[in-house]
């Protein structure tokens, strides 16, 4: 069965370091998200990316986010000047069409700020 | 507006007993609703969704539930528990007609004795 990737699996770094985070969605997915969960928290909504824009974010992601989609596999997250407060695992999702059906999942990275 | 409770954030069971884990939810349109399980270090892996069919939903791995309309509930069930069970379970609703993004419950583990 088709699988979203993530590496790495875990990322440490240096705080106010930029960090990227990459993922491979299900192929013929078109709707891709991230998540954040940081440790003993409940899993938070960050951005949903559709037809190469964001489609949705939440207030969490701000300017020291970002999104792409350098090309027709890779869907990267970027965090500018990383805090310690970022530290968390990080899920990539993706789903085929409409933002209804339920999301196939990663197996998340996990972000450690020092 | 939509929400999501997990009136439990941990469940104790013995193997071979049932499991219940409890989720209660709000929703100003129609709600599409979701169960996701998560093993250590792993991603969310969905045991199964309600969207407006049969309000008694299967899923994988023997669990299953019932979206109860008039009691905002969708309780995780299960017969037996077996050891490979012990996980944490998250409740997720989604909106049909409002926003889409998801909104997690703050999640339950599940812990099973031998």
């Known amino acids: 069965e088709p699988e979203v990737t993530q590496t790495p699996s875990h990322q440490v770094t240096q705080m106010g370091q930029e960090v990227i985070l990459r993922c491979v969605p299900i192929?013929?997915?078109?709707?891709f998200y991230w998540y954040r969960q940081i440790l003993g928290q409940k899993v938070e909504f960050l951005v949903s990316?559709?037809?190469?824009?964001?489609?949705?974010k939440s207030e969490i992601f701000d300017d020291q986010f970002s999104v792409e989609r350098p090309d027709g596999s890779n869907f990267t997250l970027k965090i500018r000047s990383t805090k310690l407060e970022d530290s968390a695992m990080y899920f990539c999702?993706?789903?085929?069409?409409?933002?209804?059906?339920?999301?196939?999942f990663g197996d998340g990275t996990r972000l450690s700020i020092l | 507006a939509q929400s999501v409770t997990q009136l439990d954030s941990h469940v104790s069971v013995s193997e071979g007993t049932p499991v219940l884990l409890r989720c209660n939810y709000s929703?100003?349109?129609?709600?599409?609703l979701f169960w996701y399980v998560q093993h250590p270090n792993k991603g969310l892996q969905l045991l199964l969704k309600?969207?407006?069919?049969?309000?008694l939903v299967k899923g994988i791995n023997g669990f299953e539930a019932e979206f109860k309309k008039s009691e905002t509930s969708f309780h995780l069930t299960k017969p037996s528990a077996h050891m490979s069970d012990a996980a944490e379970y998250f409740c997720?609703?989604?909106?049909?007609?409002?926003?889409?993004?998801?909104?997690f419950g703050r999640g339950t583990s599940l812990i099973v004795h031998p």
């Open positions: 999702a993706s789903t085929p069409l409409d933002t209804y059906q339920p999301q196939h």
């Open positions: 192929s013929n997915h078109l709707y």
């Open positions: 990316f559709y037809n190469n824009e964001i489609s949705e």
């Open positions: 929703s100003s349109y129609s709600p599409s």
């Open positions: 309600y969207t407006s069919a049969a309000t």
């Open positions: 997720v609703v989604s909106e049909t007609g409002g926003s889409y993004i998801p909104t």
